[in-house]
């Protein structure tokens, strides 16, 4: 359910970005707000890729809650703090951002390690 409501969001927010904000943002702001756009839009995909593959059993256990956890903190983070920065120009959200990257990392590095440690099908 997060991984669709977050790529709803993201759909809105580019939808925003690209008929709401044209106006009113210079070109490298409109290029930052779709980066947050294009990395929400992947990590809620992510999302639901950890919850499909947790449900049909493929890949199980708490290495895949973590890694939701941690694309959910890096959407926040990256994509929230980029939407900030170019919205409010609030220049000290600048440092949150890569958080947000290190956290996508780690998402993705626990799904990696979740499906190493599940038992090999014969």
Do not use: D
């Not at 949150?96 to 014969?122: N, S």
């Amino acid at each position: 359910m997060l991984g669709a409501a977050l790529a709803m969001t993201a759909v809105m927010a580019g939808a925003f970005g690209a008929h709401g904000l044209r106006s009113v943002l210079s070109p490298r702001g409109l290029e930052v707000f779709q980066t947050a756009v294009t990395y929400q839009m992947n990590h809620s995909l992510a999302l639901i890729l950890v919850a499909l593959v947790s449900g049909v059993g493929i890949v199980r256990g708490r290495l895949l809650a973590l890694a939701a956890g941690f694309f959910a903190a890096g959407i926040v983070l990256f994509s929230g703090s980029l939407y900030l920065l170019v919205l409010t120009e609030m220049s000290w959200l600048g440092p949150v951002t890569p958080m947000g990257g290190v956290c996508f990392i780690v998402g993705w590095a626990l799904l990696i390690v979740a499906a190493l440690k599940q038992p090999r099908q014969t």
